[in-house]
């Protein structure tokens, strides 16, 4: 998947979530947007390394596919 259209979709998985407001949105980089799912946001330990991140981008087909694989399976190994 390109980081664009991932970035794309987490963007309007954030605002169905009601996460973050759509003006602040729209100033936040691709690049940020996607690494805000790759940290805890209790203690900001990284799920994934940079290098592994590349990967990941390029081997999902969706923002539900990045998140399962960037935070949820990663929980476990962190504790929460």
Known sequence: ????????????RLLRQKLIPAR??????DRD????YTKCCECGAKF???A?????IEQVESAKDFVGLCCHGN?????N
């Open 1 to 12: 998947m390109k980081e664009s259209a991932l970035a794309k979709q987490l963007r309007a």
């Open 24 to 29: 602040l949105l729209a100033r936040v980089s």
């Open 33 to 36: 947007v996607i690494l805000s």
């Open 48 to 50: 994934i390394d940079n």
């Open 52 to 56: 592994q991140l590349e990967t990941v």
């Open 75 to 79: 929980k476990t190994q962190h504790g």
